[in-house]
Structures are given as C-alpha cells and as structure tokens.
C-alpha cells in the first residue's frame, strides 16, 4: 500500500540546513499496524507529512497503492485523503469556531455523507465524548481535544490512518480506549495503521515497529 524509496528531505532554516531523512526507504501492506518510533526532533512528523502527500520529499520516491505522488496534483491529492485517509495531528488543528461534534462532522459533509450527525455522535461517543459534543475547542482539556481529533480522524472509515502521538495528551484508560478503537478498526475494517509514538502502550500492540535514526528507518 505504501512505498518509500530513496526518500531524502531537510529543511532550510535561518541556522543553516537540516537534513531530515536520508534515503530513507521502508513498505507497508494494507493491513499492517506499525508503529514509528524515534526521539523528538528525529523527522517522525515529517515522515507523516510526506505520507499524507502535505509535504513533498527532495529525493525519492512516495507510492500509495502503487501510485507516485509525485504524479498527483494537489486537488487529486486532496481527494484521496478525503476518501481514504484519516490523520490525527500531533497539534489537533480542530477548527475553534465549530463545537466538538461540528469538527467530527467536517469530513463527512465534506464527501456529501448520509447521517453525518448521527455518525459523528456515534463517533464521539466511542473515544468517550458524548458528554462533550456541544463543547468548542477552547472549552475543552488537551486529552479531550486529542480526542475529538481521533474522531474526525475515524468517523469516515479511512483505510489508511495516521496517528501523529495519537495518545500523547491522554491518560492511560482513555489512551487504551482510543487504541481499543484503532485496533478494532485494524480487525473488522482491514484499515491499516500508521502510529508515531513514544507510548509503549502503542508500540507493544503495533505488528511491526519501525526506528527513525539518522534519517533511516530500521525495523526493530
Ligand atoms: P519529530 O516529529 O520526530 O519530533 P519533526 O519531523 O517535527 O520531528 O522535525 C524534525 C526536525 O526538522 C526538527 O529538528 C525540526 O526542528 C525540523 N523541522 C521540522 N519542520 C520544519 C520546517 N518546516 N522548517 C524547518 N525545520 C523544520
Ligand atoms: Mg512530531
């Protein structure tokens, strides 16, 4: 489902230039659960970034489901997120003038779903929000954010979810209710999982576990 090849990025700062991966090559079926794990600072959001195609790399080559994104224009790209693909944010971005359940709905009116309201509650409902729904960021705790983030992420079934820290504001029971979720999304949806984490909690359940070190990815 997913191919890196030779993929190399950095960015240009003020310091001078940091180089981020570095032939940085690995693959993921459809299906997997992996984990990415690495120090702060070691590229793991950027990884993210360039899978979800927000980001384009220097050097190398991305694939989803055999196809270059080199090759997709940026609406196409944007298509494709919006059909397949569910991202948690390490900084949430949820929108501030929408209530909790407003931001979960945001993906399913965006496709022109049926029962977005009931969906998006449902959905709220299963990170254990359902108290919360009416709630506007600003109204609501860092884990509870996190949360509804997971639900915008989960509520169209995307086969393809990246979690950046998916747990990182969360305690431990509510951090085991959201993977019980992913995992159970993994079983009976066949969605394939892409966590960056420092949860051993995550790592533990994830099939594989990648390392980013100095700019490459090894497998544990
Ligand atoms: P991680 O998620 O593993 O903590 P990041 O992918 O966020 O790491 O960042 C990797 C490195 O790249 C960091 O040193 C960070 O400061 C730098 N970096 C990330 N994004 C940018 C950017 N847009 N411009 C310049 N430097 C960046
Ligand atoms: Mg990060």
Not at 43 to 63: A, W
Not at 66 to 95: E, K, P, V
Not at 188 to 195: D, E, K, M, P, Y
Request: charged letters at 25%.
């Amino acid at each position: 489902m997913i191919e890196f090849k030779g993929v190399s990025m950095g960015y240009a700062t003020a310091e001078g230039r940091v180089d981020i991966l570095e032939d940085a090559s690995f693959h993921v079926t459809e299906g997997e659960t992996v984990a990415i794990v690495g120090p702060s600072g070691s590229g793991k959001t950027t990884l993210l970034l360039l899978l979800s195609g927000l980001e384009r790399p220097e050097q190398g080559q991305i694939q989803l489901d055999g196809q270059d994104l080199a090759d997709l224009s940026t609406d196409s790209l944007a298509d494709w997120r919006r059909d397949h693909m569910g991202i948690i944010f390490q900084s949430f971005h949820l929108l501030p003038g929408l209530s909790a359940l407003g931001n979960v709905q945001v993906p399913l009116e965006i496709a022109r779903a049926a029962n977005s309201g009931s969906r998006s509650r449902a959905m709220l409902d299963a990170v254990g929000l359902s108290h919360r729904v009416d709630h506007f960021p600003r109204q609501l705790s860092g884990g509870e954010q996190q949360r509804v983030a997971i639900a915008r992420a989960l509520v169209h079934q995307p086969r393809l979810i990246l979690g950046d820290e998916p747990t990182g504001n969360l305690d431990r029971q509510s951090g085991k209710r959201v993977l019980d979720l992913l995992f159970e999304l993994n079983e009976q949806a066949g969605s394939t999982l892409i966590l960056v984490t420092h949860d051993d909690q995550v790592a533990e359940r994830c099939q594989r576990v990648l390392r980013l070190q100095d700019g490459q990815l090894k497998e544990d």
